[in-house]
């Protein structure tokens, strides 16, 4: 009973940071159709700032590094989208999507030629990694932080889309743009405000991630996002709710493999989760969580 | 001028550009010049291979590299001397490690397999369109991935697989890559390929006007597997050894933004694709290098090529969407500019008789 515990906390945390990254792609791609495949490179500036903040000033506290980092994965997101995504805004998909690469190229070189390939290290706080006891099972305070910072961020996203102008002009561009700005909304703020969302969410799972790893370096941001963009398209890509539905599900289904799956084969983890995904796509096209689409309608 | 004839000159034109490029190199050029354009010559025939699905298609395909993979093992397995192999996986399957054949052969067999294993993944992918299409295809990347890592028993995990016979020289590259922009213009100007393109553009128009989308769609993913299949023998005959970090994302990405750099929708487009970014990445790598130029000994700056790959999609991106060369092939562009302008002259003579 604790072992089952414990892994269902571990999937939680696991799938909670999928969530969130999964929803900053889901938030961009309902909003103007761009999958997002920079937004790995927005967890690496997040995690570069704190490491520069922390190298020149010395300053360690996880306090004053946390919002500077969030701060800077906003900053980089709009930046990024005022930069290189509004000139593509209405091209292809497939314009949008070698954009994104090609920043992501950009970016990760960046830090190659100014930083350094190796890694550098980030002072993670100790009481990250105290252990807590709760009746059922011992939970790691960083696994608590993460699940929990995971709910409040998904419960404030909910409540500016249902309550704010902003999120009901965003939610209704994800259905339909042209409507959005027939009405008289300014097209260049609900982008920005899904940009800066998705940065928002991009910097919280940063946070986690280099707590964990406790160093950044230039490609730390691409296996996260890979997966990501994996369970935003099993949640049902564009669905804000589906993303995180997949978010946790891909957690889920990772902690699953690697319990089930014997030693001598565990390496193999990765290759039985797509196989999975792949027959999930292919028995529901529009994901879990999508909405199925009859030929002719719009998009197809 | 029959359709035949006109695919015939376009491709031939088609062709020129590169192979006035390697004639050039391997008259001119050094060694480490000739091992540039031998890379080259690959990566062209890669980027045709990608062009045969995607650039008819229309669907982004993020898989492609995975046959080579599959192929250039193959090749590499099958003819790796059996002494050498019972030094570095002495415990392969199917008695592999004291079986040896030819180059040619196994280059045919491992081509065959690849398409096979084309067939039945393709089977799967045809079924979807836009984004679940290329997700598949993503998910195919991975999956081999991860086998060719694992399977240490064939593929030797991460570590290399060496003693390939270097069987590939310029000239046989050269002669198949000439091919394969014949076989890509063939393929993409036949009924298949106008069916394919007009199943692109819009699948529901194309289906009741009687095109058999998954069909055309798995004849054209099958095809193209089995050019990027070669690509792959090609490439572990240059190099005599092979490792699976070749076959995954960084070639993925570079085949990628050669092909939508250039045009994805033409062979002209693939082809010219491969020449500007191959151009930009030595010129980078030479600054790269910490060069002296008049006297002044430049820093080395490491990622630079990286960094103009990246600028150079971003840019090509916002300034010209459609790639370079545009939807069309550069012969057809050049036959349309030439009507238009006979065209015209044409009207102001008969306006100056008037």
């Known amino acids: ?300 | 001028m029959t359709g035949m004839q006109r695919t015939f000159k376009g491709a031939a034109l088609t062709a020129l550009l590169p192979i006035a490029i390697a004639l050039l190199v391997i008259a001119l050029g050094d060694g480490a010049q000739v091992r540039i354009l031998s890379v080259f010559l690959i990566n062209l025939i890669l980027v045709i291979g990608l062009q045969m699905f995607m650039g008819n298609t229309s669907i982004v395909n993020l898989g492609h590299v995975s046959f080579m993979g599959i192929a250039g093992y193959a090749a590499a397995i099958l003819t790796i001397p059996a002494s050498i192999k019972q030094t570095i996986i002495p415990e392969a399957p199917f008695g592999l490690a004291a079986f040896q054949m030819g180059p040619i052969e196994a280059g045919i067999m491992a081509i065959i397999l690849a398409m096979l294993v084309a067939l039945i993944v393709g089977v799967v992918v045809t079924r979807e369109s836009g984004i679940s299409a290329t997700i598949l295809t993503l998910a195919l990347l991975v999956i081999v991935h991860t086998v060719l890592v694992n399977w240490v028993e064939l593929t030797r995990g991460m570590r290399a697989l060496y003693g390939v016979p270097m069987k590939a020289n310029a000239w046989l590259l050269l002669g198949c890559a000439v091919l394969v922009i014949f076989l890509g213009r063939w393929f993409r100007d036949s009924p298949l390929g106008v069916q394919l393109r007009a199943s692109g553009e819009s699948r529901i128009a194309a289906e009741s006007a009687g095109v058999n989308v998954r069909l055309v769609r798995l004849i054209a993913w099958v095809l193209s597997s089995g050019v990027v299949a070669l690509g792959g023998v090609l490439y572990v005959y240059l190099i005599g050894s092979v490792s699976p970090k070749s076959f995954y994302f960084d070639t993925t990405l570079l085949t990628l933004a050669m092909l939508i750099l250039g045009g994805m929708h033409s062979i002209s487009g693939a082809v010219i694709g491969v020449i500007v970014v191959t151009a930009g990445f030595e010129i980078m790598r030479y600054f790269e290098s910490s060069p002296v130029i008049f006297g002044v000994k430049f820093p080395e700056f490491l990622g630079l090529t990286g960094f103009f790959l990246g600028l150079i999609i971003v840019l090509s991106m916002a300034l010209r969407p459609k790639g370079v060369v545009g939807t069309d092939e550069i012969d057809e562009s050049w036959e349309r500019r030439r009507q238009d302008q006979s065209e015209r002259t044409s009207a102001a003579a008969s306006r100056s008789h008037a």
């Open chain 1, 1 to 300: 009973m604790e072992y089952v515990v414990q892994q269902i906390l571990n999937a939680l945390s696991i799938g909670g940071n999928y969530a969130l990254l999964a929803l900053g792609l889901a938030i961009v791609f309902s909003v103007i159709g761009l999958v997002n495949f920079a937004y790995g490179e927005v967890i690496a500036v997040a995690g570069y700032v704190m490491f520069a903040v922390f190298a020149v000033s010395g300053i360690d506290y996880a306090v004053v590094l946390m919002p500077i980092g969030i701060l800077a994965a906003v900053g980089i997101s709009i930046a990024l989208e005022r930069v290189a995504f509004r000139p593509v805004r209405y091209a292809p998909a497939a314009t949008g999507l070698l954009t994104a690469f090609g920043v992501s190229i950009v970016v990760k070189n960046f830090f190659v030629t100014l930083v350094a390939t190796r890694s550098k290290s980030v002072p993670t706080p100790e009481w990250l990694a105290y252990q807590i006891d709760i009746g059922l099972a011992r939970i790691q305070v960083i696994q608590l932080l993460e699940t929990t910072a995971t709910a409040v961020a998904l419960l404030l996203l909910v409540l500016i889309l249902r309550r704010t102008n902003i999120g009901l002009a965003m939610r209704a561009a994800a259905r339909d743009f042209d409507m959005v700005r027939m009405v008289g909304i300014n097209a260049n703020k609900v982008i920005a405000a899904a940009f800066a969302v998705s940065g928002f969410l991009a910097g919280l799972a940063a946070i986690f991630i280099i707590a964990r790893r406790g160093v950044v370096d230039p490609f730390m941001g691409f296996t996260p996002v890979l997966k990501a963009f994996v369970a935003a398209v099993l949640g049902g890509f564009g669905s804000l709710g589906g993303a995180v539905v997949g978010g946790f599900f891909l957690g889920a289904l990772e902690v699953f493999f690697q319990i089930v799956l014997p030693p001598s084969i565990s390496g193999y983890r990765d290759a039985f989760v797509f196989v999975l995904v792949s027959v999930i796509l292919v028995w529901r096209p529009e994901g879990l969580m999508g909405t199925k689409r009859q030929f002719g309608d719009k998009d197809e």
